[in-house]
T-cell receptor, first 117, second 111 residues
C-alpha cells in the first residue's frame, strides 16, 4: 500500500512569490492535514480537509490556504512568501476526520522543503 | 493555548542502554498522548500512544507512562539500537480541538 506522497520534495522561491504544494493521501484516507515544521517551533498545525471541506484551521495568516479534491488529493498554497515561511511542510492523511485532534493516527508524508530567499 | 514541552532537547545514549524522554503539558483536560518518531529525511511516524484512562502502555522495547496529576508523560526505550536514532515528538490534545506537538527530542544512539 503506497504511503502519503508529497510533491515537490524541494523547492526554492524568492520573497513575494507564491507556491503550491501537493499531497496524495493513502488510498482510502479522506482526511488530509497540513503541518509546518521548523527547528524553532516544531510541528505547527495549518489545517485539515475532509471530504473537500476545511474542518479546522490553525493560527496561520490568510496567506496560507488549501483545498481538497474529490479524489482526496490536497494542495496548499502560500502567497506573498516571506523569509519566515522557509520550512518543511508535512502532509498527513488519516482514515477519520479529526486525527489532528487525536481521533486517529496521522500518516505523514516525507514533506516538501521550501526555502525562501 | 496548549503548551507541550519536551526534555531533554538532545539525548545521547550508548547502544544497549535505556533512553527516557519526558514531556509536560498544561491542559488538565488532555486525554490523548501520542509519540511520533521522525527519521532523517522522513515524515514522523506514530510509534506508541496512550489515553488518559491508563497509566502505562508497552510495545516491545518502547513504553509510555502517564502521570495525570503531575501532567507529564514519558517515552522509555530499552536496549537502544542504532535505528532508534531519530527525532521524537510528543503531543497532547487540548481543548478537544487540537493536537499540540512538542518541539522534538534528538536521540543519538552511539554504537
Amino acid at each position: 500500500k503506497a504511503g502519503v506522497t508529497q510533491t515537490p520534495r524541494y523547492l526554492i522561491k524568492t520573497r513575494g512569490q507564491q507556491v503550491t504544494l501537493s499531497c496524495s493521501p493513502i488510498s482510502g484516507h479522506r482526511s488530509v492535514s497540513w503541518y509546518q515544521q521548523t527547528p524553532g517551533q516544531g510541528l505547527q498545525f495549518l489545517f485539515e480537509y475532509f471530504s473537500e471541506t476545511q474542518r479546522n484551521k490553525g493560527n496561520f495568516p490568510g496567506r496560507f490556504s488549501g483545498r481538497q479534491f474529490s479524489n482526496s488529493r490536497s494542495e496548499m498554497n502560500v502567497s506573498t512568501l516571506e523569509l519566515g515561511d522557509s520550512a518543511l511542510y508535512l502532509c498527513a492523511s488519516s482514515l477519520v476526520s479529526g486525527a489532528h485532534r487525536g481521533t486517529g493516527e496521522l500518516f505523514f508524508g516525507e514533506g516538501s522543503r521550501l526555502t525562501v530567499l | 493555548g496548549e503548551n507541550v514541552e519536551q526534555h531533554p532537547s538532545t539525548l545521547s545514549v550508548q547502544e544497549g542502554d535505556s533512553a527516557v524522554i519526558k514531556c509536560t503539558y498544561s491542559d488538565s483536560a488532555s486525554n490523548y498522548f501520542p509519540w511520533y518518531k521522525q527519521e532523517l529525511g522522513k515524515g514522523p511516524q506514530l510509534i506508541i500512544d496512550i489515553r488518559s484512562n491508563v497509566g502505562e502502555k508497552k510495545d516491545q522495547r518502547i513504553a509510555v507512562t502517564l502521570n495525570k496529576t503531575a501532567k507529564h508523560f514519558s517515552l522509555h526505550i530499552t536496549e537502544t539500537q542504532p535505528e532508534d536514532s531519530a527525532v521524537y515528538f510528543c503531543a497532547a490534545v487540548y481543548g478537544n480541538n487540537r493536537l499540540a506537538f512538542g518541539k522534538g527530542n534528538q536521540v543519538v544512539v552511539i554504537p
